[in-house]
């Protein structure tokens, strides 16, 4: 039990590639660094939790297999929702068979110790999204006609804007609150 236990746990964290090894910082690391010095280490950061929904991913679609290609640093939503910190973010990935490059939206939350070696975080969901699919609808909020007249809404995320696309509302957990979201 114990050795299957460890596998699992360290098949998310070497899911990805080798320079995925020390991705994780504390904020003090960065403290004397500009914006433009602190881009690599969010590339870092970020390509590694991607890395982390597509283990989510394999796991759950064993017959399939990607492999990270890009992601946009302004394609990530951190947001806070009943006291949680949530992650919403899109990237791509190249099935390594078909060479077929597909959209990708994961959540991550950070429901663990913040010492544990993924920063606490771990992957709620990930799956494959398109162009058609729905947007984050964060710039609802200024129009409030639009909104729905219950404030929970389960189709759709409210702390994302619309470039970000998300699957169907109930596969994730984060963000289905029709109210403004302390976004990062
Ligand atoms: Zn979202």
Redesign the pocket.
């Known amino acids: 039990m114990n050795v299957t236990l460890c596998r699992i746990h360290d098949q998310e964290i070497v899911g990805g590639s080798a320079d995925d090894a020390g991705a994780e910082f504390n904020s003090a690391t960065l403290f004397y660094l500009t914006a433009e010095e602190m881009l690599p280490y969010y590339k870092r950061l970020y390509k590694k939790r991607a890395n982390m929904g597509l283990a989510w991913y394999h796991k759950n679609n064993p017959e399939d297999f990607y492999e990270f290609t890009s992601m946009a640093l302004n394609d990530v ?1 951190n947001f806070m929702d009943g006291g949680i910190c949530y992650m ?1 973010m899109n990237f791509k990935a190249r099935n390594v068979t078909t060479r077929s490059e597909e959209l990708f939206f994961a ?1 991550l939350a950070l429901n663990n110790s913040v010492s544990d070696a993924n920063g606490g975080y771990s992957t709620t969901t990930c799956s494959i999204v398109d162009d058609d699919c729905v947007g ?1 609808k964060k710039d609802l909020l200024g129009v409030k006609d639009d909104l729905p007249a219950e404030r929970y809404d389960e189709k759709n ?1 409210y ?2 804007a619309e470039k ?1 696309k ?1 699957p169907t509302g109930v596969t ?1 957990k ?2 289905h609150y029709a109210e403004d979201y302390f976004v990062d």
Do not use: L, N, V
């Open positions: 939503y919403h959540e984050g995320c702390a994302c970000i998300h994730y984060g963000g």
